[in-house]
């Protein structure tokens, strides 16, 4: 059974930072690209960052780059995303997504159950 | 603003057939396949259409999608009461070099 799951959220002050982590199983984690997407309270999805199987392309919104980084660890099957200078807009629930395939380019086929960041003073 | 325009609601009543429209531009809807994801009220979204018209397994037949030009169409036949929920379409975007959303239709079973 392929399994995503988010852990890392939580309340953040105004220009903090964050870790996010997506844990999966039941399929070959290297294989698959991951994304972040992100929802904030009452709109609509919002794509954040995606990593290729290998880790070697990374893809980020223009409302995140510069700030977040993402990065897999593929002996742990493990993508973590880097969370910096974060602000009130950042406020949301974080999905992470599996890609139906390892370049990044793949529709997103299977979703974790998400992970709540406030960023609140 | 989403890059791509989706109605912000849409509704129908038992039986009835519902579209759902998905407007992009040539450099997202115009060059690469859209896909479509529902979403429950507080849940995961779940994919329901990829490679513009097809279905994973496990959704039923009653849900099809569609894609002309710089614009892509859910189409929902057979309307049901458990099918009210979010619909977003989403699609890569060369420009962008990145996936854009539209913005959700939510639609109502009267």
């Known amino acids: 059974e392929v399994r995503l799951v988010e852990s890392g959220g939580g309340l953040v002050q105004p220009g903090g930072s964050l870790r996010l982590s997506c844990v999966v199983s039941g399929f070959a984690f290297n294989s698959y690209a991951i994304n972040w997407v992100r929802q904030a309270p009452g709109k609509g999805l919002e794509w954040v960052s995606t990593?290729?199987?290998?880790?070697?392309?990374?893809f980020y919104a223009g409302s995140v780059k510069g700030r977040f980084t993402i990065s897999r660890d593929n002996s742990r099957n493990t993508v973590t995303l880097h969370m910096n200078r974060l602000s009130a807009a950042d406020t949301g629930f974080y999905y992470c997504?599996?890609?139906?395939?390892?370049?990044?380019?793949?529709?997103?086929?299977?979703w974790g159950q998400g992970t709540l960041l406030t960023v609140s003073s | 603003q989403s890059v791509l325009t989706q109605p912000p609601s849409a509704s129908g009543t038992p039986g009835q057939r519902v579209t759902i429209s998905c407007s992009g531009s040539t450099s997202n809807v115009g060059q690469n396949s859209v896909n479509w994801y529902q979403q429950f009220p507080g849940t995961a979204p779940r994919l329901l259409i990829y490679?513009?018209?097809q279905r994973p397994s496990g959704v039923p037949g009653r849900f099809s999608g569609s894609k002309s030009g710089a614009s892509a169409s859910l189409a929902i036949s057979g309307l049901q009461s458990e099918d009210e929920a979010d619909y977003y379409c989403a699609t890569w975007d060369d420009d962008l070099h990145g996936w854009v959303f539209g913005g959700g239709t939510k639609l109502t079973v009267l």
């Open positions: 490679s513009n018209n």
């Open positions: 997504a599996r890609g139906f395939d390892y370049t990044g380019y793949g529709e997103f086929d299977y």
């Open positions: 990593i290729s199987g290998p880790g070697g392309s990374r």
